[in-house]
């Protein structure tokens, strides 16, 4: 299991939602990763017990901005995020050291 598992959690309107409304988190995580490596870290990392992992990947999207020397076309990276549901009663508070 490498350091970099879990990269960082995503905070989104979504991920809240689904942390409110069914207890899942959603984490960015390296590619390389598996499920069962998912579930280790964040088991380790926040002291939960987690209940299942599903994982999906974003692929990039195509952006441009329009400059004066012209319009510069490009494309965002894309990136793995997993989606954690813990077993009922547990919960993990990404502001507890803010």
Known sequence: MSTETLIRPLITEKGQMLG??????????????????????????????????????MPGKPKSRFTRSGTMIGKSGSFKKAYVTLNEGESIDFFANV
């Open 20 to 57: 409110q409304k069914r207890n899942t988190y959603v984490f960015e995580v390296s590619y390389e990763t598996n499920k069962v490596e998912i579930k280790k870290a964040v088991q380790k990392m926040y002291g939960v017990t987690v209940k299942d992992v599903s994982t999906a990947i």
